[in-house]
């Protein structure tokens, strides 16, 4: 039979009203107070499920921002709107939240331990450059967890993303019907899902247009617009064979290769036709403004908060995998 929570204040040589805060993840006792009562209730058998998940529970939600190092793929306007979708819909549903930074060679015992141990009652992690590895390291903390802009496979958790093989697909074949010409890729030189994905939906549009994707011309850019722009200079001076149109994996990668595009002299669209993905406000400033793939960002954030409010209160339901339809922006670049 294991301790009761009287037993084990007694052991601590803490109060019961202690304990009870540390277990049940309520302010008002420190970090290390309430990581040495879980440590000592897990090595001495006490019964967490005598802590009722569907009443009302106190706590901090919170939104894990894990980056790599040396990528900015996570500093951009993109993911700020990402971030107000979960921060807006949690403070709706009444929750208070936490954002943490951090990159994934920093994801030591003690970080790990200091969420677990906190009053942290559910993580939304944004993983867009996330591995399985260190995703696992966050599964292992067994807190009610949403992965968001991230899909791995191998990993067995509640996740919200972007539907990027449609909105490639749709982006393709836009670009198809408008030019009657076959499109190339200017595509990121740094591997992620999502770019993987983009590909593959690149990929499909061609193939059911009839088309070889051996005949489409891909560039591998770096995924910033000043990136993509030096990359792309590159390119033109070393006489690359061009295409004279283009899917882009993001808005800041088509910007960068319109104005390196446009400073050696082509036209957009009459010479070459861009098409981006993400509709971020780089998209409406460029000359001519970006043909692009819409994201609802805000609302793939909320819908990361409400799946996560789902989970905590039903923490042995199936977990699901939600993606966000995208659709096309139709401007001047196309």
Not at 138 to 166: A, G
Not at 205 to 220: N, P
């Amino acid at each position: 039979m294991g301790i009761t929570a009287k037993e084990l204040a007694k052991e601590l040589g803490v109060s019961p009203a202690a304990v009870s805060l540390a277990l049940n993840d309520k302010p008002g006792v420190s970090t290390e107070t309430r990581k040495r009562i879980k440590e000592a209730a897990e090595r001495l058998g006490y019964d967490f499920h005598k802590i009722k998940l569907n009443k009302k529970i106190d706590g901090s939600i919170y939104f894990i921002i894990c980056k790599r190092n040396g990528t900015v793929l996570t500093d951009t306007p993109f993911f700020a709107e990402l971030a107000d979708g979960v921060l807006n819909e949690g403070k709706s549903l009444g929750y208070k939240l936490n954002t943490i930074y951090t990159y994934e060679d920093e994801l030591d015992d003690k970080k790990l331990s200091d969420i677990k141990y906190s009053d942290c009652i559910g993580m939304i992690i944004l993983g867009t450059e996330i591995t399985a590895p260190s995703l696992e390291k966050f599964i292992q903390l067994n807190l009610p967890l949403v992965l968001l802009d991230s899909y791995i496979e191998q990993i067995d958790c509640d996740c919200v993303q972007i539907n990027n093989i449609q909105g490639a697909y749709i982006a393709t074949m836009h670009l198809i019907k408008k030019t009657k010409k076959q499109p190339g890729h200017l595509a990121s030189s740094y591997p992620i899902n999502n770019f993987q994905e983009r590909r593959e939906g690149f990929t499909r549009a061609i193939r059911s247009s009839g088309m070889s994707i051996t005949q489409s011309i891909t560039h591998w850019l770096t995924p910033s617009m000043d990136g993509a722009y030096s990359d792309m200079i590159e390119l033109i001076k070393r006489k690359e064979p061009l295409a004279s149109c283009y899917f882009a994996d993001n808005d800041l990668i088509a910007a960068g290769a319109m104005k390196a595009f446009i400073e050696c002299g082509y036209r957009i669209p009459e010479d070459i036709a861009i098409v981006g993905f993400d509709n971020m406000p780089i998209s409406r400033m460029t000359s001519p403004s970006l043909t692009t793939i819409n994201v609802p960002k805000q609302d793939m954030g909320a819908e990361a908060m409400r799946r996560l409010h789902f989970r905590i209160h039903n923490p042995n339901s199936a977990y699901t995998k939600t993606e966000i339809i995208t659709n096309l922006i139709d401007r001047y670049s196309c």
